[in-house]
C-alpha cells in the first residue's frame, strides 16, 4: 500500500487539496494558457503509480482513493482502494500534459469539463462522508463561469 496522507483520501492529494484551497480561481480558471482538467486512463492498477510519479515531477495530478475494512479469514484489515480504477485526474498545461503522455502509465486521455469533475468530487465526498471541497468547487466554478453554482443534488 503506498504511503497516504492522515485524511485517507490517496497519495498526493492532501498537497493536491491544499493548492485547491488556496487559490480558488485556480482549478477552473479558462483562458489561453491556463491549466484544465483532464481524465488520463491508465494500465490497470497503475493510476496511484502515476499520480505518485507525477506528483514528484512538479504535475497536479491525483487518483481518489478510499480506505476500506476487509476480512482476510478472521483478520481484519484495512487497505486503500481506487474510487475511480485505472483513471487519474490531472491538472495541467499543454507543457504538463506531454509530461503525462510520455508515461507508459497512460493509456489515453481525454479533457474534462467541470461538471463531470464534481460528479467525480461528489463520489469521493459520499465515500468519505465530507461535503467542505464539493463546496468549495461549486463556488470556485461560479466565479470562474460568471452565473450562479452549478446545483448539486
Avoid at 480558471?29 to 515531477?57: F, V
Wanted: proline share 7%; net charge positive; aromatic share 6%.
Amino acid at each position: 500500500m503506498w504511503a497516504s496522507n492522515s485524511s485517507g483520501r490517496g497519495y498526493a492529494m492532501g498537497h493536491f487539496l491544499s493548492t485547491l484551497r488556496g487559490r480558488r480561481d485556480f482549478p477552473l480558471r479558462q483562458g489561453h494558457d491556463a491549466p484544465r482538467w483532464y481524465l488520463l486512463r491508465t494500465k490497470h492498477r497503475q493510476e496511484r503509480i502515476l499520480a505518485k510519479e507525477l506528483s514528484a515531477q512538479g504535475v497536479n495530478c491525483f487518483a481518489p482513493t478510499t480506505r476500506k475494512t476487509v476480512t482476510y479469514g478472521s483478520t481484519k484489515v484495512c487497505v486503500e482502494q481506487p474510487l475511480c480504477p485505472d483513471q487519474a485526474y490531472l491538472l495541467a498545461t499543454e507543457r504538463h500534459l506531454a509530461i503525462a503522455r510520455a508515461s507508459n502509465r497512460v493509456i489515453n486521455y481525454h479533457p474534462v469539463e467541470p461538471t463531470e469533475l464534481l460528479q467525480t468530487l461528489k463520489l469521493i465526498e459520499a465515500a468519505e462522508g465530507t461535503s467542505g471541497l464539493l463546496a468549495m468547487l461549486r463556488d470556485s466554478l461560479a466565479d470562474v463561469v460568471g452565473r450562479p453554482a452549478v446545483p448539486v443534488p
